[in-house]
C-alpha cells in the first residue's frame, strides 16, 4: 500500500475516480478544481472541504 492509498476507502458505484498529477510532492490547484470548487477530504474520522472562492482563495473547513 502507498502513502496515498487509504485502506477502507469507501468508493461506490456512483463514485467518479480521477488521477491529479504530482511533481515531486505538489499539486496544482488548477488540476484539483478542474471540476468542481470545492473538494472533500477525509483525513482518519474527520471529513474536510476544501474550497475554492471567487477570489481565487482557498479556504480549508471541518
Do not use: C
Amino acid at each position: 500500500m502507498t502513502k496515498h492509498e487509504h485502506k477502507g476507502a469507501a468508493w461506490s458505484s456512483a463514485s467518479k475516480a480521477r488521477s491529479v498529477p504530482m511533481v515531486e510532492e505538489q499539486l496544482d490547484s488548477r488540476d484539483l478544481f478542474a471540476e468542481a470548487r470545492v473538494i472533500t477530504i477525509t483525513h482518519g474520522s474527520q471529513v474536510y472541504q476544501l474550497r475554492l472562492t471567487s477570489q481565487n482563495k482557498l479556504i480549508l473547513t471541518k
